[in-house]
């Protein structure tokens, strides 16, 4: 795993921006994985601004959805990827899949989602957050660490996390889809990126802690090609924060 501390929040952008694009100039950038929430917004306004044509061309597949709520509610992740995703970095919409969290569908959105992601020839970089319960995707606590694409109750320190975009706790979800921990480390490459204090512990958890489900991210620990991209509040509570300094700033120049 390679952790990558920079001054800010734009930084940790531009830098996960430029593995993506590195990506698509080798032609190996098929399917991208893309994360809804705060996090990843200033990896998509880097990758707006660049405006690379090997990003237009890819296919999208977002982590999850909530259930219940109507695809054209704003918060809803279709609307927010169709939104923040699609449009900025011009995506084609037919190209760029959701799970589908209609309550009359759940049964099987799980199994038609794996199927949609192995059909486009896998994920071949995944953009992750971390919340504060050390989900990723909202593979909460205690998620399978072989989980693929299925529903899951959300922990109320996430709806609380996460009532800052709804009008009040009431209507934030409770239920979501979300693809599996398993289907997150089947991706050729994720790259996770946490700003702020409040993801410190989660952060310390994920990239030095031991494997666990209590912490979900920790799974990434198993991926053979998984970059932590945080800001010094985010890197706050990492006991090797030098030496992760030290490491990047001597990394070989054909290391990528
Ligand atoms: C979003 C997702 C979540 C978020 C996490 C962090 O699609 O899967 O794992 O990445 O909840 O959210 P923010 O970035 O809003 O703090």
């Known amino acids: 795993m390679q952790v990558v501390i920079t001054t800010n929040e734009s930084t940790a952008g531009e830098f996960a921006a430029d593995i993506i694009e590195r990506r698509a100039h080798a032609g190996a950038l098929r399917v991208i994985g893309v994360a809804t929430g705060s996090s990843p917004l200033p ?11 090997g990003v237009r061309a890819a296919r999208a597949f977002a982590l999850d959805e909530y ?3 109507p695809a054209a509610h704003p918060e809803s992740y279709r609307s927010v990827v169709s939104r923040e995703v699609t449009a900025r970095l011009g995506l ?10 209609s309550v009359d569908r759940l049964s099987t959105a799980g199994e038609r989602y794996e199927n949609l992601i192995a059909l486009a020839g896998g994920i071949d970089v995944q953009i992750l957050g971390i919340g504060t319960t050390g989900h990723i995707g909202f593979n909460e606590p205690t998620s399978s660490l072989a989980s693929r694409t299925r529903v899951k109750t959300l922990t109320e320190q ?3 996390d996460n009532a800052r975009f709804f009008p009040s706790l009431d209507e934030v979800p409770r239920h979501c889809v979300t693809q599996g921990l398993g289907t997150i480390l089947d991706a050729r490459e994720v790259v996770l990126i946490a700003v702020g204090s409040r993801k410190a512990a989660a952060v310390a958890a994920a990239v030095e802690g031991p494997l666990t489900s209590m912490c979900p991210a920790s799974v990434l620990q198993l991926h053979p090609h998984a970059t932590v991209i945080v800001d010094e509040a985010a890197a706050a509570e990492l006991r090797l924060r030098s030496y992760y300094t030290e490491v990047f700033a001597h990394r070989p120049a054909w290391q990528v």
Do not use: F
């Open 158 to 160: 996430t709806r609380r």
């Open 67 to 69: 259930v219940g709520l």
């Open 92 to 101: 084609d919409p037919e190209r760029v899949h959701v799970p589908d969290g």
């Open 43 to 53: 990896v998509y306004d880097a990758l707006a601004r660049r405006d690379l044509a």
